[in-house]
């Protein structure tokens, strides 16, 4: 599978705190993206990294990326409850890959307490 | 309007049911997308339209049939489903021809579809 893997699954923590998740993924890459989704509701866009690129910062939100390991973290500082979401990586499969083709890890379930 | 309007919002059908699921956008996208989303799970592609022609089709069963009649609308038949096909379908638009390289979607909110 070209998936992302996310890591780790599952994570609570309390308002304030940092959050990290990291994406493992298995092949050459274009970019990589960040999906937000609250339940039950459509992807929120949250940042893209290219190949390029190994740090990038959008708000609250701070992506990395290392192409030789093959991987990508998300970080969310200070969090609120609000953040309160399942959150996705996405690979486009790099050169060789169908134009098209978004690959999603299985995500990592963010829980945010008051 | 940046926004990805899905109808309905909920469906339940039978299994000798034939439906239409519906997704608009008024961004001026030329790529949409069908994605099927199982409880805890990853979204998976199903089809992708480039400039009203389709252009993925990743081997979904003809039970699901999609349709753009226009740049800004896409449906998805829906014929004969099976309990197994319950789920989440999420309609998604992209800028550009079929996703180049630097581009992100924009995912309506989904119609949570249930088989009986």
């Known amino acids: 599978s070209q998936q992302g893997e996310e890591d780790p699954q599952a994570l609570s923590i309390q308002e304030g705190e940092n959050a990290t998740m990291n994406c493992s993924y298995k092949?050459?890459?274009?970019?990589l993206q960040w999906y937000r989704q609250n339940s039950g509701r459509g992807l929120v866009h949250l940042i893209l990294i290219r190949s390029n690129e190994r740090e990038k910062h959008s708000g609250r939100l701070r992506v990395t990326l290392d192409t030789s390991k093959k991987s990508s973290s998300l970080l969310i500082t200070a969090s609120r409850a609000a953040d309160t979401a399942s959150y996705f990586c996405a690979t486009d499969g790099g050169r060789g890959s169908t134009l098209g083709r978004l690959y999603f890890g299985r995500g990592t379930q963010l829980t945010v307490w008051p | 309007d940046t926004e990805v309007t899905q109808t309905p919002k909920h469906l339940v059908m039978g299994m000798t049911n034939k439906k239409s699921l519906k997704c608009e956008q008024h961004?001026?996208?030329?790529?949409m997308y069908w994605y099927k989303q199982k409880a805890k799970k990853p979204p998976e592609l199903m089809f992708v339209y480039s400039y009203e022609k389709l252009s993925i089709n990743e081997s979904v069963p003809s039970r699901f049939s999609p349709e753009c009649p226009n740049s800004s609308l896409l449906n998805l038949h829906l014929h004969a489903l099976q309990p197994e096909d319950s789920a989440l379908y999420l309609c998604?638009?992209?800028?550009?021809?079929?996703?180049?390289?630097?581009?992100?979607?924009?995912f309506g909110s989904g119609t949570q579809l249930s088989v009986l």
């Open positions: 998604a638009s992209s800028q550009g021809s079929v996703l180049p390289t630097n581009e992100k979607l924009f």
């Open positions: 092949t050459s890459i274009n970019n």
């Open positions: 961004m001026g996208h030329r790529a």
